[in-house]
């Protein structure tokens, strides 16, 4: 009864809560710049409304077009399966679904950007380019990261790997080593969300924009499955930066659900402060971003041998 109260409660969050964080982003922004901003709500109202618009399709598209967001959307859906949400098992978790999670989120990119250049566009050409390009910058941090997580937890599964440090004192746990993966995931959490400083998903400027620029041919019901696909992600990857920094729960239900949630949230406004204090920045200086993701995990796995 106890596991389908939390299998239950992982999808009601799943489904329901990554809109949110974008509204709590959106209104933390606009407290910094002294403005009312959009209400809290609504990322779900343009949801809503992308649902009920009919879609404008190009008659050189083919079903690759179409395929990519609802293959993107359905990649990140399963890959949530695999991430514990705070102290919580996660549905499904067996040994070696760490490499799984990794290639459904890159199983999701490839599909975007073959939408993307499915369209004949140079620039939406460009966009997926850039986009594959800082994914194999990305991708080696998070998986130094999940090399720490791996030698303190002795498991290949990421539920008993992001959960090790609950179980551990904290005398015991390489504190070095988990901040510093922390700051490398934080990395890539803002590079898979598209996020600034690597990207920045207000902008109109198509010589400028990398994620932005893939969906530009893209409307209605599949622009909204595009934004509430990003919205998981963005979501899940809170989930595991929380589990690193912030692992110490209270062993209660009806406590870790709420202090979970509480922590989500927390992770929207520092994205909001982040996107409100630093500038975007250049093209050519994002590469130098990731690496330096790589290697503050790379160093986090070096202090763990000695």
Known sequence: MIYFCNLLMHLTLLLLMPPLLLGVINKTKAWFAGRN???????????????????????TTTWMF??????????????????????????????????????????GRFFTTAAALDTGSSFEGMGAAREVTFACLSEPALFLAFLVLIKVSGSLSLTPMLHATNSASLAELPIASLLLIGAG??????????????????????????????VLDHS?????????????????????????????????????????????LAVAVAIGVVESVMARLQMRHV???????????????LLMLR
């Open 220 to 264: 209605g019901p599949l622009l909204g499955v595009i934004l509430y696909g990003a919205s998981i992600k963005l979501f899940i990857l809170s989930a595991i930066v929380l589990d690193v920094i912030l692992p110490y729960k209270a062993g209660i239900a009806i406590i870790d659900w709420p202090l979970f949630i509480a922590e989500e």
């Open 37 to 59: 901003g959009p209400p809290l709500l609504q990322p779900y109202y343009d949801l809503l409304r992308l649902a009920r618009k009919s879609m404008v399709l190009s008659t």
């Open 66 to 107: 179409q395929a990519g967001p609802i293959v993107a959307l359905t990649t990140v859906l399963l890959a949530s399966m695999l991430v514990p949400f705070g102290r919580f098992d996660s549905p499904i978790h067996f040994v070696g679904d760490l490499v799984l999670f990794a290639y459904l989120l890159a199983l």
């Open 287 to 301: 590469p130098t971003l990731l690496v330096a993701a790589s290697l503050l995990c790379g160093f986090g796995f």
């Open 185 to 214: 995931l934080f990395i890539v959490l803002l590079t898979e969300s598209c996020r600034i400083p690597v990207d920045d998903p207000n902008t109109h400027l198509e010589l400028t924009m990398i994620h932005e620029v893939m």
